[in-house]
């Protein structure tokens, strides 16, 4: 594993060999990392949407590491997602601490995601839970990627050690993009993203050949991407039922099984609120079982 140090104007010293040919050029790992700044801001919204709690998913660093060497230093307190990046060759691995997936799964469930989870396995159900956080970070990842090679991710493993994982060969180089995750209120911790070299350098050829395109190009990707995460918002949508006038006389004489009339006339559609404003009038309807609402008319101001 490569040592690091610290240098006297405070920035990480890191040991390198040039005598490896099969490293990645610097400008190659600046040019990744843009992309995967947009990665990490597109991660945080999604989450911090999703759980409704704030949610931060930070770039920290790239490394080129054998992956031997990274499992190593994976060994404790982390859960592994094994997913493919179609058509890419080889498979990646998410890395994020148990501790931390718990939490998120705590926040979809409407808790506040504060208890101490540590020393918890993962069962069964929780993994359940993991596997739509998982799959959301790791579509936000090839949406971002997109720009420069098309893929299709998909969620293929989970796994509590990473002795059952198995990507590459243990001597076969990898990048490793090392990231801080901030769950809420709790103390950021370390997460890491490895993917191996044969699919990172179809990236970077594609990122080269993307140079070619014109600047209009990219404002129009920029302005899509925009218009997509625009229409994945969560909205609250209220049925609303007409209101009608009371007494506090009239209030104070209510008692367990009496009936209010709602002033809803038969026929007479509901209205269809968002965020208070009126977008829509439905009729009662069933939908097998269940009760349900059906759009009649559209309302356009």
């Not at 010293?13 to 490896?20: K, M, N, S, T």
């Not at 040919?21 to 990392?33: F, G, H, I, K, M």
């Not at 979809?108 to 998982?134: H, K």
């Not at 950021?188 to 594609?206: D, E, K, N, Y």
Request: charged letters at 25%; aromatic letters at 6%.
């Amino acid at each position: 594993m490569n040592e690091q140090t610290t240098g006297q104007n405070g920035k990480t010293i890191r040991p390198h060999d040039f005598r490896r040919t099969d490293l990645l050029e610097r400008v190659s790992l600046q040019a990744l990392q843009g992309l995967l700044e947009g990665f990490s801001r597109a991660a945080s919204q999604k989450f911090t949407s999703t759980m409704r709690h704030p949610c931060v998913v930070e770039v920290t660093q790239l490394d080129q590491v054998t992956w031997r060497d990274l499992t190593e230093e994976l060994s404790e307190g982390m859960f592994f997602f094994t997913f493919s990046l179609a058509p890419l060759a080889s498979r990646a691995v998410l890395a994020m601490p148990a501790e931390e997936m718990l939490a998120l799964v705590d926040l979809r469930l409407a808790g506040t995601g504060e208890d101490d989870f540590s020393g918890r396995v993962p069962t069964e159900i929780d993994q359940a839970f993991f596997a739509p956080i998982a799959e959301d970070m790791i579509n936000e990842l090839g949406r971002s990627l997109a720009r420069i090679h098309a893929t299709y991710p998909a969620l293929e493993a989970q796994e509590g050690s990473i002795q059952f994982v198995s990507v590459v060969s243990p001597s076969e180089m990898c990048m490793a993009i090392r990231l801080k995750v901030t769950v809420a209120t709790r103390e950021p911790r370390s997460a890491v993203i490895c993917l191996p070299f044969p699919m990172v350098r179809t990236l970077i050829s594609g990122l080269k050949l993307s140079t070619t395109h014109d600047r209009g190009s990219d404002v129009d990707d920029v302005v899509d991407d925009l218009h997509q995460r625009i229409a994945e918002i969560p909205l609250d949508v209220v049925f609303q039922f007409p209101s009608f006038v009371t007494t506090p006389a009239q209030l104070m004489t209510l008692r367990v099984g009496d009936n209010l009339g709602l002033g809803h006339s038969k026929g007479r559609p509901l209205e269809v609120r968002v965020g208070g404003l009126l977008v829509a009038l439905a009729d009662i309807a069933s939908s097998g079982v269940f009760k349900a609402c059906q759009i009649k008319e559209e309302v356009t101001k």
